[in-house]
């Protein structure tokens, strides 16, 4: 276990992207405020410049998830800093080498007890929406209407998805889907034949995948090989009308081509996930009719939250009392 000095000369924590305002009811945060000022951020940090005003006289910042990046560039600019907490366990847009440079204790937390699937029963709920026009429906009952100008949805049972990747979240959709009466298609990179039959779906090219699907759903981690994984040519082998469901991360899309062919109404996006989040006011998304759009709720349950933060609150007192916790460290 690391040891360090206890700390006590200190000016606070900052609890950053509370976009939903439930960080404070997630977990007791009074023993933590005790001994020290917490102050959290609901809004979006605009950009590295914003962040580093904001940020600078703290020195512990806890994350949540990726929604700041924490590049060398802005750990460099942060000179109080001396602990940043993730949560989950991995986060690809925090330099950690950057953090050790510096001395800075960075430490991580699971998910909730679960809670690990949320994001493919998020995915599951996109693929209902769109497929029966949900939002479109809802909008009209809001402003008094009631069918007019719905158009027709379609049976599920019996219609095929396909899934690009099948780790923990995609077996799960597969699951879901199998239970709807739907058949499963499965790709990645690495997978096999052997790995999908396992999993009782079936085996599928890239290219038959796209073709052959009336949805497809996307459950892929971000990284340099996967970035823009679907483009253009992707996205125009997809059947005319197909639903696309994104719950992973938006860059895996080239969001400009599936804007486009989305406006034209050949194919229907179904989203958790954008290139830029939060998304801007006047992104053309926005404006597409056939899309169904969340907020990046996939991972975003009582669950995951209440883990996150209790442990998190954890890993900064730990850290106080000079024996941390939870450490993220850098691959060697």
Known sequence: MTKIAVIDDW???????????????????????????VTFFDDALADEDDAAGRLADFDVIMTMRERTPFPASLIARLPKLRM?????????SIDLRALEARGIVATKTSFGEGADTAAAE?????????????PAGDANMRKGGFQGGIPL?????????GLIGLGKLGTAMATYCKALGMRVLAWSPNLTEERAQSAGVEFAAKDDLLAGSDVVSIHMVLAPSTRGMIGRRELERMKPGAILVNTSRGPLIDEAAMVELAAAGKIVPALDVYDREPLP???????????????????????????????????????????????LEADK
């Not at 940043?84 to 690809?92: E, F, H, V």
């Open 281 to 327: 006011a006047d992104h053309p998304l926005r404006h597409v009719q056939n899309a169904v759009l969340l907020p990046h709720l996939g991972f975003c349950v009582r669950e995951n939250f209440s883990a996150f933060y209790q442990q998190s609150v954890e890993n900064v007192l730990a850290f106080l009392d000079g024996a941390p916790i939870r450490l």
């Open 153 to 161: 949805g379609f049976v599920l049972r019996g219609r095929t998805i």
């Open 11 to 37: 000016q606070g924590v900052a609890v950053i992207d509370d976009w939903q305002g439930v960080a404070r009811g997630s977990t007791d945060w009074s023993v933590l405020e005790a001994r020290a000022e």
């Open 122 to 134: 998020l995915a599951l709920g996109l693929m209902l929406a769109a497929a029966r026009h949900m």
């Open 84 to 92: 940043l907490s993730i949560t989950g366990s991995r986060n690809p």
